[in-house]
């Protein structure tokens, strides 16, 4: 079975430090991959997604994620983060032929110290 | 144009009672799931949906119950609650393939 894996259950920064989170999948064929954010109290919301070409992508509020098919990887990364960057981060990977299935991994409480 | 909406926020239950959480979108989409989220587990997919009439399980279908028969609606039932069902449950809605799934607000369910 398909499984993503996010190695890091709780990661706190301060702010300005870089941010570096793992998210590895285990399927071999055609993946599309996401990063989700959840705000404390609130639904998941879209990040970033990487369907095909360029490796690495670029998503809303300064973050990016580089898929590295080799080590079937997508790490989410931004150069400084802020106090509102803290959240729970969830890599999400459907693959190809699946009707719109997302299996998620278990998610990276992220905490930005002021 | 509200997206995807969720009722009830909050529902606390007895041991083998039942109910019904709703899931309502506008947004005409095809695809419609449900997913249960608990700590340290992630989102987990219940059952889901291509389109009214069609209906399938996802990882952790036990206990659990859908029906689609419009494109708006996609009611998620419990026959008969366990503590173990204890958990926010999310109703998550695309349209076309490899769009990225618009998620409702959640309901929070407790069992005692």
């Known amino acids: 079975a398909q499984s993503v894996s996010q190695h890091n259950h709780h990661v706190i920064l301060s702010e300005a430090a870089s941010l570096e989170l793992g998210c590895n999948y285990s399927?071999?064929?055609?993946?599309?991959l996401f990063w989700y954010v959840q705000y404390p109290g609130q639904h998941l919301q879209l990040l970033l997604k990487?369907?095909?070409?360029?490796?690495l992508v670029k998503g809303i509020k300064g973050f990016e994620a580089e898929f590295i098919k080799s080590k079937f990887s997508f790490n989410l990364r931004k150069p400084s983060v802020q106090w509102s960057d803290t959240a729970e981060y969830f890599c999400?990977?459907?693959?190809?032929?699946?009707?719109?299935?997302?299996?998620f991994g278990s998610g990276t409480q992220l905490t930005v110290l002021p | 144009n509200a997206g995807v909406t969720q009722t009830p926020k909050f529902q606390v239950l007895k041991t083998g009672q039942s109910m019904t959480l709703q899931c309502a979108q506008d947004?005409?989409?095809?695809?419609m799931s449900w997913y249960r989220q608990d700590p340290g587990m992630g989102l987990r997919l219940i059952h889901y949906?291509?389109?009214?009439?069609?209906?399938d399980q996802g990882e952790v279908p036990n206990g659990y119950n859908v029906s689609r028969s419009t494109t708006e609606d996609f009611p998620l039932r419990l026959l008969s609650a366990a503590p173990s069902q204890t958990s926010v449950y999310f109703c998550?809605?695309?349209?076309?393939?490899?769009?990225?799934?618009?998620f409702g607000n959640g309901t929070r369910l407790t069992v005692t």
């Open positions: 999400a990977v459907k693959r190809s032929g699946s009707a719109r299935q997302l299996t």
């Open positions: 399927y071999g064929g055609t993946v599309n």
């Open positions: 990487y369907f095909s070409g360029d490796p």
């Open positions: 947004m005409n989409h095809e695809y």
């Open positions: 949906s291509v389109g009214a009439g069609i209906t």
């Open positions: 998550a809605t695309t349209g076309e393939k490899g769009s990225p799934l618009h």
